[in-house]
């Protein structure tokens, strides 16, 4: 068994002996929005004017407005900060590959449509602690996934507030860590992932000092003076579950408390302190070390088994850096302002192939029925419930179709390698337009393919009737909807 298992894994390491490292851009951003509604332009939020795009944007947000029946809304038509997001990424490239929403906390992962193939074993989970755990007013949510068969796990949290709670929010903390698990045998808890991002209004204060002192290196920036003061670093010192978490340089004013649409600190009657409460921070799994491996007797039976995994993951090695930790003044809607973190992510793909290849067959239009031809280029677990989805180029997420169709139900041939299912000409919009194919899978819960985009042409027999555009372009219907 261990001989059969040291083949596999040496000739998988054999075929990517000579595979490059990849670096992947990924933008973070949290922002404690206090149920303001989004603003009309976010570019400067999520720098959409730079010359390099990243590949991922991974947005967390609190205290979005969740009122009794403004929540229902959200939850059926999606929330307003959402559409904000997508409409401004979608046009880029971007699609919305997951998100999470509990209560005020919002989670959002985007992704470039040409790494969506690859992104896969997506799960959600989320965990209250407001009012002794029964009230999702604070807490996490989080996002895992497998990134070109990387582990990642995304979690935004909004954690208790006011200066003398700080060991509350590392119980807090520390309690969600135990409490959020994924259905996985190999990464059932957050920190069994390679990367974790942990993030949000985590709430940490400035202790001791007075206000004069805080505003006074505010003013000069002499930050680095208040560093040593910030709850989360003091805590860091001497709980070992933050200390396995990196963080950036707080070379950026505290982004709490301001006056609204204003760069002034809290001049209300509370006028509170100073705090870098919005923050970003991560982790990169340590190689497990062979005490960790071994159990009371001091043998590992599976120890074998382990060693030949370890060796596989190492032909697989991951990099994280920070390019650049900020906040961003310009946005006033909040008293609290936004803050970014730009990371590079090196790694080297596990597969860089999708499960399926799905194409067109032949010339589109409404005018007859049309023909989609797909093959499994690896075994994943199909199911009856896949579906391939129709797209206008530029779609916003996996729900965004204009139709879709089943792969069983609607199979009209298939060989051992080909199988081709119809669209019916009805399902087609009438006007035409680019668009592309991408096939779902329900087990993985994620698109496992997508086709080059192609052109659906115009219905002949509609322009020879002269039938009025806006009645008839259901393309148009279904992006506008």
Known sequence: ?????????????????????????????????????????????????????????????????????????????????????????????????????????????????????????????????????????????????????????????????????????????????????????????????????????????????????????????????????????????????????EEGPLDFQPTYKFDLHSDDYDTSGKKRKPAWCDRILWRVKPKSSPTEEANEDGHNEEEPKKQLQEEHKDEFPIKLSQEYYTSKMEYGISDHKPVIGIFHLELKKMYETPLVQVSAEGEWSADFDALITYSLLQSFPSSAWDWIGLYKVGFKSVSDYITYTWVKDDQVSFSDQLFQVYVNKDEIPVLGGECVLCYYSSS????????????VQESRAAIEEGLVPENINRLDETVAS
């Open 444 to 455: 993985l819960q994620c698109i496992v393919g997508i086709s080059q985009p192609f052109k």
């Open 1 to 245: 068994m261990e001989e059969d298992l040291s083949q596999a894994l040496n000739s998988v390491s054999l075929e990517q002996k000579n595979r490059k490292m990849d670096t992947f851009g990924l933008y973070v951003v949290t922002w404690n929005v206090a149920t303001a509604e989004p603003p009309d332009d976010v570019n400067s939020l999520l720098q959409l004017n730079s010359p390099k795009k990243p590949d991922l944007y991974v947005i967390g947000l609190q205290e979005v407005k969740a009122a009794p029946l403004k929540f229902v809304t959200d939850l059926a038509f999606e929330d307003s900060w959402s559409h904000v997001f997508m409409n401004t990424l979608a046009p880029l490239g971007y699609i919305k590959v997951s998100s999470i929403r509990m209560q005020g906390l919002l989670l959002l992962f985007f992704s470039k449509l040409e790494h969506a193939p690859f992104i896969r074993d997506i799960q959600v989970t989320y965990t209250r602690t407001g009012l002794y755990g029964y009230w999702g007013n604070k807490g996490g949510v989080s996002i895992r996934l497998s990134f070109y068969g990387h582990m990642l796990c995304f979690l935004n949290c909004h954690l208790t507030a006011h200066m003398n709670y700080a060991s509350q929010r590392v119980d807090d903390f520390e309690y969600i860590l135990d409490a959020q698990t994924f259905d996985t045998k190999n990464t059932p808890r957050i920190l069994d992932h390679k990367v974790v991002f942990w993030f949000g209004d985590l709430n940490f204060r400035i202790e001791d000092h007075g206000m004069l002192f805080v505003r006074n290196c505010i003013t000069s920036q002499r930050f680095n003076l208040l560093w040593p003061k910030d709850q989360l670093t003091m805590m860091k010192q001497k709980e070992a579950t933050l200390q396995k978490f």
